[in-house]
């Protein structure tokens, strides 16, 4: 009968699963069994939490980029020679020209094209916002009422105080300028510009006074730290683009491929604009995280691996301890097959279950993952997250499929094929020798 029992039988695992729980005293490893499943426990842990922050930080960076800003933004920069009288005499003059003229127009033509869900000019400037002795150096962005509720994390950000509707009344604000400014909804402040008027002693910085009427989070530190938001028309008038725009705003469908979009823009657009994605503002740090990611993902499965080793130890001091049981079973008509798939399941199996008990905790730890931050922030007496230094406001995590599939995968590949070089060494045992001082 020997060699006719079908593979990974019932008596098979019934063998196996007596070995695995066996005590020392009965020649087993109980010990390291449970170092094993507790090794590879921890290791799918910490692999599925550091995917799912890897992703989250991925997912968390690009919305709060495209969601508070243009995905594509049009400039035009060019020579134009006007001609100047002075005096008697008209002189031609070339001068170079970075605002566009004919924005509205320009903005119309490219939502016409297929995916661009808006366009809209704006005026863009920098200048220094006070109160008191409070200052902020910001970005301030000229911008229409209906065109800013177009902003999604501006329409609906993380946190907000006022309302956007009172936006024709005065200025939004980025939280962080808020608070650098220490002011809310209802307080005035200075906004100072270095375009000002060109006067006989020089040029003149402009100075105005704007009702602060909407306050908002997006959620990216570097957003809400310098972005002012003004009504279009005031804008204009503040930065002196009487009838002009600098640049203009679009957003695509799908912001992830928004390089399809660029050849026809260009197509509605003249020679001298130029375009540029949030991609290309953004491209070191995403090439950044692609490296970062992949690098991060090889020392995890190093650390897979050296948790699956564990296995191998205790399955080569298994069979050490149960060669006088091999002998036996040898001599009882079992083949090399049958001893091979014992100790096979005796490590696959550990393996296995420490697979499933680390995906279970790693879910856990990603769906709870705000509760545990605020308990380690709670205990070490807060402080513990700075978003002035990391960018944002909390520690995202996001849960995805492949993710998980891939340390599912990964852990049980390395812990069965580990396994099969001890069950071999127990298959090959002869039994003469295991029996010969028993």
């Given at each position: 009968?020997?060699?006719?029992?079908?593979?990974?039988?019932?008596?098979?695992w019934?063998?196996?699963?007596?070995?695995?729980?066996?005590?020392?005293?009965?020649?087993?490893?109980?010990?390291?069994?449970w170092i094993?499943?507790?090794?590879?426990?921890?290791?799918?842990?910490?692999?599925?939490?550091?995917?799912?922050?890897?992703?989250?930080?991925?997912?968390?960076?690009?919305?709060?980029?495209?969601?508070?800003?243009?995905?594509?933004?049009?400039?035009?920069?060019?020579?134009?020679?006007?001609?100047?009288?002075?005096?008697?005499?008209?002189?031609?003059?070339?001068?170079?020209?970075?605002t566009?003229?004919?924005?509205?127009?320009?903005?119309?033509?490219?939502?016409?094209?297929?995916?661009?869900?808006?366009?809209?000019?704006?005026?863009?400037?920098?200048?220094?916002?006070?109160?008191?002795?409070?200052?902020?150096?910001?970005?301030?962005?000229?911008?229409?009422?209906?065109?800013?509720?177009?902003?999604?994390?501006?329409?609906?950000?993380?946190?907000?105080?006022?309302?956007?509707?009172?936006?024709?009344?005065?200025?939004?604000?980025?939280?962080?300028?808020?608070?650098?400014?220490?002011?809310?909804?209802?307080?005035?402040?200075?906004?100072?510009?270095a375009?000002?008027?060109?006067?006989?002693?020089g040029?003149?910085?402009?100075?105005?006074?704007?009702?602060?009427?909407?306050?908002?989070?997006?959620?990216?530190?570097?957003?809400?730290?310098s972005?002012?938001?003004?009504?279009?028309?005031?804008?204009?008038?503040?930065?002196?683009?009487?009838?002009?725009?600098?640049?203009?705003?679009?957003?695509?469908?799908d912001?992830?491929?928004?390089?399809?979009?660029?050849s026809?823009?260009y197509?509605?657009?003249?020679?001298?604009?130029?375009?540029?994605?949030?991609?290309?503002?953004?491209?070191?740090?995403?090439?950044?995280?692609?490296?970062?990611?992949?690098?991060?993902?090889?020392?995890?499965?190093?650390?897979?691996?050296?948790?699956?080793?564990?296995?191998?130890?205790?399955?080569?001091?298994?069979?050490?301890?149960?060669?006088?049981?091999?002998g036996?079973?040898?001599?009882?008509?079992?083949?090399?097959?049958?001893?091979?798939?014992?100790?096979?399941?005796?490590?696959?199996?550990?393996?296995?279950?420490?697979?499933?008990?680390?995906?279970?905790?790693?879910?856990?730890?990603?769906?709870?993952?705000?509760?545990?931050?605020?308990?380690?922030?709670?205990?070490?007496?807060?402080?513990?997250?700075?978003?002035?230094?990391?960018?944002?406001?909390?520690?995202?995590?996001?849960?995805?499929?492949?993710?998980?599939l891939?340390?599912?995968?990964?852990?049980?590949?390395?812990?069965?094929?580990?396994?099969?070089?001890?069950?071999?060494?127990?298959?090959?045992?002869?039994?003469?020798?295991?029996?010969?001082?028993?």
């Open positions: 009968m020997a060699g006719k029992t079908a593979p990974f039988s019932r008596f098979e019934m063998i196996a699963w007596r070995y695995i729980r066996a005590k020392r005293a009965e020649g087993g490893v109980s010990i390291m069994t094993s499943l507790i090794g590879v426990t921890l290791a799918v842990f910490a692999l599925i939490a550091v995917l799912a922050v890897r992703s989250g930080f991925r997912a968390d960076f690009v919305d709060t980029i495209v969601g508070a800003n243009a995905h594509l933004t049009v400039r035009q920069n060019f020579m134009e020679t006007v001609t100047v009288t002075q005096g008697d005499q008209s002189v031609d003059v070339t001068r170079r020209v970075d566009i003229a004919n924005g509205d127009e320009l903005a119309a033509q490219l939502r016409a094209i297929d995916g661009v869900t808006r366009a809209a000019p704006i005026i863009r400037g920098e200048g220094l916002a006070t109160v008191g002795a409070q200052s902020s150096f910001v970005q301030v962005y000229g911008i229409t009422p209906d065109d800013l509720r177009d902003i999604p994390l501006v329409l609906t950000p993380q946190q907000s105080s006022g309302s956007i509707d009172d936006f024709a009344n005065g200025v939004a604000l980025g939280s962080g300028v808020a608070n650098n400014l220490g002011v809310s909804v209802g307080d005035r402040i200075n906004l100072l510009s375009e000002g008027v060109n006067t006989a002693a040029r003149s910085p402009r100075r105005n006074t704007f009702d602060v009427v909407y306050i908002f989070q997006t959620g990216r530190y570097i957003t809400d730290i972005r002012v938001y003004l009504p279009l028309a005031q804008a204009q008038t503040f930065y002196s683009r009487d009838g002009v725009h600098d640049e203009i705003e679009i957003y695509v469908a912001p992830d491929r928004v390089e399809d979009w660029i026809p823009l197509r509605a657009l003249g020679p001298e604009a130029f375009l540029y994605s949030w991609k290309d503002n953004e491209g070191a740090y995403l090439r950044a995280l692609t490296v970062e990611d992949n690098v991060m993902f090889v020392i995890m499965a190093i650390l897979v691996l050296i948790a699956s080793m564990n296995i191998i130890s205790g399955l080569i001091m298994l069979v050490k301890n149960k060669g006088c049981d091999i036996i079973l040898r001599t009882m008509g079992l083949t090399e097959g049958s001893i091979l798939r014992i100790f096979f399941i005796c490590g696959a199996g550990l393996g296995t279950v420490g697979t499933i008990l680390g995906v279970v905790l790693g879910c856990l730890f990603v769906v709870y993952i705000d509760q545990i931050f605020a308990l380690v922030n709670y205990v070490a007496g807060g402080g513990v997250w700075d978003p002035s230094i990391r960018g944002i406001y909390t520690i995202p995590a996001k849960l995805e499929l492949d993710d998980v891939k340390a599912v995968v990964l852990s049980l590949s390395l812990s069965w094929i580990v396994t099969i070089f001890p069950a071999r060494r127990a298959a090959r045992m002869n039994p003469v020798e295991a029996l010969r001082y028993e």
